[in-house]
């Protein structure tokens, strides 16, 4: 099957033997430092999911506390390690790291109870919050919660996704994605906006070289930024049902596209596919790593475990209770994740259990990991847990 990968599209390892492969921890890291510990939706603007710091080996509930609503929006964590995390019932809070009790509190008066899709703020370089509110405003709020401006989306706005903190870009629900300049917190410039799809519920990811990436209806669609506008470099539609997710971007630009339907699809930059994987259903973005990895959480309770350069499964990790939440990786490769039975998972690089937490309630959020080591968690009954 390696031996196969550069010549065209494959099918990966399909991962339904129990056997667990052996896997060799990657000299490299999970993860890179960005310029706060998690500033946005699984942690960087490509949507790794993976740190550059340590996450917990036991779990130890270092505090807990009932927010007002379901807490589906993922937590993100600013330089100063001040938490934010939103409930469906409009209201952002700015958390002690430390205590888990509000420094401030933000009510923007919209709410979505019922909905399922994790939409997370993002931190600025210099520690202001761009925050997707439920409704169709994204709002952006000063490091002490004060409304500097607010724009209206044509839908409901899904997480923003900046690689330098100036270029900001956001999707929403309608299929549109904007680009817009922030300049001295002042309200932004707009620069483009460009027409992708009818109905997106995945937040843009973005690399180095502007080209990013969507997805929309059951499409994934590449996007190149010109610098004064916008355009559709190519459209993929594996006809794999609706995806509801974000993409993943690795380091080398492969592009994977989950759907709610039974394959992982992986596109080369010029949208080639590269390898397909069956048998895996994934309500949630995949995580990738620095060194090459893509961790697939599927609908069954396994999180499989690809390599990005030819779909050979090289390990998953198991669990029972479908996950919809994102899998998060610290630097030494022990994975965490969450199901919709209630628990919240902690395996080591080489599967041990590191804890099994049991809230009782389904977890949708994607999670966070802060600088010293907590592990930040909502449910859909309103708990937010930080795990030490």
């Known amino acids: 099957m390696t031996g196969c990968a550069g010549a065209g599209p494959h099918t990966g390892s399909s991962g339904s033997s129990l056997a667990r492969p052996v896997f060799h921890r990657p000299a490299r890291p999970a993860g890179h430092a960005v310029w706060a510990p998690w500033p946005s939706a699984l942690h960087d603007a490509r949507h790794g999911g993976a740190a550059d710091g340590i996450g917990p080996a036991a779990g130890t509930i270092s505090w807990r506390r009932r927010l007002e609503g379901p807490v589906t929006p993922g937590p993100v964590v600013g330089p100063d390690g001040t938490i934010y995390v939103a409930s469906n019932a409009g209201v952002l809070h700015a958390l ?9 509190v933000y009510d923007s008066g919209q709410s979505n109870l019922g909905d399922d899709l994790s939409v997370s703020p993002l931190v600025l370089p210099g520690g202001a919050i761009l925050w997707p509110t439920p409704g169709q405003q994204l709002l952006e ?11 209206t989306m044509s839908g409901h706005p899904t997480s923003p996704a900046s690689v330098n903190g100036r270029r900001v870009y956001v999707g929403d629900a309608s299929g549109g994605v ?5 300049v001295n917190q002042q309200v932004p410039e ?3 906006t460009v027409k992708v799809g ?12 502007g080209r990013l990436y969507t997805t929309a209806d059951s499409s994934l669609i590449a996007i190149d930024d010109t610098g004064v506008n916008a355009r559709i470099a190519w ?28 394959q992982e699809w992986a596109y080369r930059p010029d949208g080639t596919l590269l390898w397909h994987s069956p048998r895996v259903i994934t309500y949630s973005s995949p995580a990738v790593t620095d060194s090459g990895l ?22 998953t990790y198991r669990s029972s209770g479908q996950i919809w939440s ?39 959020s994607y999670p966070a990991l802060t600088a010293d080591a907590n592990l930040i968690v909502g449910a859909r009954d309103g708990t937010l847990i930080a795990i030490s």
């Open 190 to 192: 707009w620069v483009w």
């Open 235 to 262: 459209r993929r539609d594996p006809a794999d049902d609706i995806s509801e997710v974000s993409p993943g971007l690795a380091a080398d630009g492969t592009a994977l596209l989950g759907t709610n339907g039974t």
């Open 141 to 151: 709020l000063s490091a002490r919660g004060e409304k500097l401006w607010s724009l």
């Open 96 to 104: 002690d790291p430390v205590t888990g009790k509000d420094r401030w």
């Open 326 to 364: 994102a899998a998060l990786l610290d630097a030494r490769y022990d994975v965490y994740f969450a199901t919709q039975s209630g628990h919240v998972v902690g395996q080591d690089v080489n599967g041990a259990r590191l804890f099994d937490l049991d809230l009782g309630t389904a977890i949708d």
């Open 198 to 209: 009818s109905t997106s519920y995945g937040s843009v990811v973005v690399g180095d070289g």
């Open 178 to 182: 904007t680009a817009f300049d922030i």
């Open 294 to 315: 893509a961790y697939v959480a599927d609908h069954s309770g396994a999180v499989h475990v690809f390599r990005i350069s030819d779909g050979v499964e090289v390990t």
